[in-house]
């Protein structure tokens, strides 16, 4: 008896504290955006099912649902509010928030089987497994898991190998230091001045954490930068590989279109089709450019970004999105989107070749918070399967090989992604 008081009083205080969220003035705001109605406690959270891998694809059908537009949704008592429309990710992108990276060599990507790039490969699917399967959430029993178990082994691996960066680093920046202060003694000079400009020849991003120091002085502790280089080194390698992967698949699914990229490649280099490429002929490369855009659109490496406002964001056509929201591009929805991108089931690279808005494709973020790489990423990118193209045509895989595209954090294909290369006879 006593549990089924307690039973009724914990229902009925779940539909009091839904009855006046909804009743609020944030949700007053949101109404302004088309959604399904949540239900008390889920919000529209069972609506995603429990197979984190269909989330996207099911987000992406209620988009349709609702006209195709920026929308609403909400996961237990968190909302919300997935952006498609370039204007409202242009507004997005402005809201004001306060060549070698680490200078290291490291040859971890010439063996596939090091741990680090197992860790990478498994932190896409823990992010989304974790993101979208709700009990995990809960953390006593989370805790008790086997994939909690995992979770801990793939971060311990990722912060060794950040760990082992920094102390190689120190010790290059260290004697970087000391030998200008030995070569510098003379006590009239600005020694601190004279190592600034030296690292600004000779150092790197990792070198400015290294030497940074917190509000009250101190030198930045090593798990603050250990966090910022895990982050760097992972996006730093992971999204890049992927992009290339699924511009070689297009590109052995439309040969048409792999004739032409060649044929640029050709005009670029002439006769010399085995030298490495310069800055100025990456530039000349516009129609590879807008391949590997278009491969972006059609397969995004990152599905969705977002942040929590902090406070109340007004979108272009008044609309106010709440403080406290989670805000959310949804890219796999924003490049499908007809107004922008005509006949989007079609891949055309040409379309990249022509003006658009300034925000209907920002896949490395815009404004202020864009990526810190993309220039890099930009580089690496076309340099890469420049590099592949003038050497080998690339053919589908095998039938039966046709990839699983799922929609984690990064679309990554459950079977793998197989291609042919042929040599070309050059």
Not at 17 to 25: L, P
Not at 142 to 164: D, N, R, W
Not at 314 to 323: E, H, I, M
Request: aromatic fraction near 10%.
């Amino acid at each position: 008896m006593f549990i089924t008081i307690l039973l009724f009083f914990a229902v009925c205080l779940v539909f009091l504290y839904d009855y006046k969220r909804k009743r609020s003035d944030r949700w007053k705001k949101l109404s302004e955006f088309p959604g399904d109605t949540p239900l008390p406690l889920f919000g529209n959270g069972l609506q995603l099912g429990f197979d984190a891998d269909e989330s996207s694809h099911k987000q992406l059908t209620l988009w349709e649902k609702h006209g195709k537009q920026t929308f609403r949704f909400s996961v237990g008592s968190e909302d919300w509010v997935l952006l498609t429309d370039p204007d409202d990710i242009g507004v997005y992108s402005l809201i004001k928030y306060k060549s070698s990276l680490m200078g290291i060599e490291s040859n971890k990507l010439l063996n596939p089987d090091d741990p680090y790039l197992e860790a990478s490969e498994k932190v896409i699917r823990i992010i989304t497994y974790n993101f979208f399967s709700y009990w995990r959430n809960i953390d006593f029993l989370f805790s008790l898991t086997p994939q909690y178990t995992e979770m801990m082994e793939t971060i311990k691996t990722i912060k060794q190998t950040s760990s082992e960066i920094i102390e190689t680093r120190r010790e290059i920046l260290t004697k970087i230091i000391k030998k200008t202060q030995s070569n510098n003694k003379n006590v009239d000079i600005d020694l601190e001045k004279i190592i600034e400009n030296k690292l600004n020849n000779v150092g790197c991003l990792l070198d400015k954490l290294l030497l940074s120091k917190s509000a009250d002085g101190k030198p930045t502790p090593d798990d603050v930068i250990n966090e910022e280089l895990s982050l760097l080194c992972f996006t730093g390698h992971y999204t890049t590989t992927m992009t290339i992967s699924h511009t070689l698949y297009c590109l052995a699914k439309y040969p048409k279109i792999q004739d032409r990229v060649f044929e640029e490649q050709q005009s670029i280099f002439n006769e010399n089709l085995q030298k490495k490429p310069t800055n100025n002929e990456l530039n000349q490369m516009k129609y590879l450019e807008a391949v590997i855009k278009e491969s972006i659109r059609v397969i995004p490496t990152v599905t969705k970004i977002g942040r929590q406002l902090k406070n109340d964001l007004t979108l272009k056509d008044g609309r106010v999105v709440p403080a406290g929201i989670s805000v959310i591009i949804f890219y796999e929805a924003a490049f499908k989107n007809p107004k922008v991108f005509p006949e989007p089931e079609k891949y055309i690279p040409e379309r990249f070749l022509n003006p658009m808005h300034a925000y209907a494709f920002v896949p490395f973020s815009a404004g202020r918070r864009n990526c810190i790489g993309f220039r890099f990423a930009w580089v690496a990118m076309k340099a890469t399967l420049s590099n592949i193209l003038r050497r080998y045509e690339v053919l589908p895989g095998e039938p039966g090989t046709e990839p699983q595209f799922v929609g984690r954090i990064i679309t990554e294909s459950k079977n793998g992604l197989r291609v042919k290369l042929k040599k070309r006879i050059l």
